[in-house]
């Protein structure tokens, strides 16, 4: 008697059990579940993803093993991985998140094998394509999709209940998986890497836990680093280890909710704009004027080290080096610094916070940084960038700084953010004097926005 035909569930951006619409779907079938995971290729690994990753497949594999499901975990190519594993499990469907990453030659591979390919939307609150998008990313444009979006997940999440899990029938179910399918061999060790957001659905409940007390001041403490007002959900987000919609549901109508939802819309804002407008360069964005900017390598290099000689500026660039974490405001400070005082062009900043970034997506890294280049695509009223005004905003009282920069804790709070301008009365034990003077660097920049 032949062994009974699988499921098969391929995790993706969605390490988790709660309110999983995959998972959901796979075991609806009626047939035993596997699950599978295959490792992002190894350019797209930090040592810090890679970390994250390790620690979420260790809390879902054993999720999964409370109820019997296996969780195979497979280096190589996706598709040839899949369609092995597929055939070896006798699999008749594989169901999977679906995203524009989705590997095309899969559904054919697999139904070379007789798999059916199942998708299911995930990771997003609305999906692209609803709301019409003007091809412009700047402020206007993001409050009207605001709006839009807003409204619609209003009404769709008003009542809105995770569905339940396990499903009824799911142990009888997994007694039919055969006994050569039981046990997926053990997840091999990683090299553990420095952390500021820790994997794993566990963690990513209790990070929500930690940040509900935080709600009603986050306007506030959002945008001060030293006292971790943030969320830090947004890796938990990334890699699916938390539901967004369970993150919705979580903050509900609680004072401060609708300033943090206002982050997430600003979020799907990105990726909705990118998949309407996927061939929108920053030099076809409708009236823009762009010169190129400058390649300057020390620059580059100094920015990357976090040694610019602007205190706030490079203990947050020592922070993403070390953690691949930065809260979102110092992303902005770093990345308006790049554009507007080193006048360095804006991909090659881009570039590394892609390289950095434990949350990195794509469409949101992208369009945060057209932003601080000043191609949002329509002309507007352009502030003055002082990055010492920003430092003394963002870090009033050097607390961030002293943290990142010890040479320089012995500075009192006027001196930290600017101190060269004591250089002569105090000792900053070898920290670089500013590599560009943000003054000159002003007038560049208007110079260009105007030529």
């Given at each position: 008697m032949p062994a009974p035909a699988t499921t098969l569930l391929w995790f993706r951006r969605d390490l988790r059990t709660d309110d999983q619409p995959a998972l959901q779907l796979a075991a609806r079938a009626g047939r035993p579940l596997v699950g599978a995971y295959v490792w992002p290729p190894e350019e797209e690994l930090t040592a810090g993803r890679r970390y994250f990753i390790w620690q979420s497949l260790q809390d879902l594999a054993a999720r999964l093993a409370a109820y019997g499901v296996p969780l195979y975990v497979l280096d190589g190519e996706a598709v040839r991985e899949l369609v092995?594993?597929?055939?070896?499990?006798?699999?008749?469907t594989l169901v999977c998140m679906a995203d524009?990453?989705?590997?095309?030659?899969?559904?054919?591979?697999?139904a070379a094998q007789g798999c059916a390919l199942h998708t299911v939307a995930d990771g997003l609150l609305q999906q692209p394509h609803q709301f019409a998008l003007p091809p412009y990313l700047d402020e206007a444009a993001f409050a009207g999709f605001q709006v839009a979006w807003q409204a619609a997940c209003a009404e769709q999440y008003a009542h809105w209940q995770a569905p339940g899990w396990p499903p009824p029938g799911l142990a009888e179910q997994q007694e039919r998986?055969?006994?050569?399918?039981?046990?997926?061999?053990?997840?091999?060790?990683?090299?553990?890497?420095?952390?500021?957001?820790?994997?794993?659905?566990?963690?990513a409940w209790r990070q929500l836990d930690a940040f509900m007390p935080k709600l009603a001041r986050y306007a506030v403490l959002?945008?001060?680093?030293?006292?971790?007002?943030?969320s830090q959900l947004s890796p938990h987000f990334h890699f699916g280890t938390l539901s967004l919609r369970r993150a919705w549901a979580a903050v509900a109508d609680e004072p401060g909710a609708d300033v943090w939802r206002k982050e997430l819309a600003r979020r799907e804002f990105f990726v909705h704009f990118f998949r309407q407008h996927p061939d929108v360069l920053p030099e076809r964005l409708p009236e823009n004027r762009w010169p190129l900017a400058e390649h300057n390598e020390q620059a580059l290099t100094a920015w990357q080290q976090g040694e610019t000689g602007y205190?706030?500026?490079?203990?947050?660039?020592?922070?993403?080096?070390?953690?691949?974490?930065?809260?979102?405001?110092?992303?902005?400070l770093c990345a308006l610094f790049f554009c507007r005082v080193l006048l360095c062009d804006w991909q090659a900043g881009a570039d590394w916070f892609a390289r950095q970034l434990l949350d990195f997506e794509p469409a949101v890294n992208r369009g945060n940084w057209l932003l601080a280049a000043g191609l949002a695509g329509r002309p507007a009223e352009?502030?003055?960038?002082?990055?010492?005004?920003?430092?003394?905003?963002?870090?009033?009282?050097?607390?961030?700084?002293?943290?990142?920069?010890?040479?320089?804790?012995?500075?009192?709070?006027?001196?930290?953010?600017?101190?060269?301008r004591a250089a002569a009365e105090v000792n900053t034990h070898g920290y670089p004097a500013p590599i560009a003077d943000f003054r000159i660097s002003q007038a560049r920049w208007r110079e260009r926005q105007a030529s």
């Open positions: 092995q594993l597929a055939t070896h499990c006798r699999a008749a524009a990453d989705l590997p095309p030659a899969l559904p054919s591979a697999l998986l055969p006994e050569n399918l039981r046990h997926a061999p053990p997840l091999l060790d990683v090299s553990a890497a420095r952390l500021t957001v820790h994997g794993g659905e566990t963690a959002r945008d001060l680093p030293a006292q971790q007002g943030g205190p706030l500026v490079d203990a947050a660039m020592r922070l993403l080096r070390d953690s691949g974490w930065l809260p979102h405001s110092l992303r902005r352009d502030k003055p960038f002082n990055p010492v005004v920003w430092s003394q905003k963002l870090d009033p009282g050097g607390q961030f700084i002293r943290r990142h920069l010890p040479q320089l804790a012995h500075l009192d709070s006027r001196d930290i953010h600017a101190p060269w």
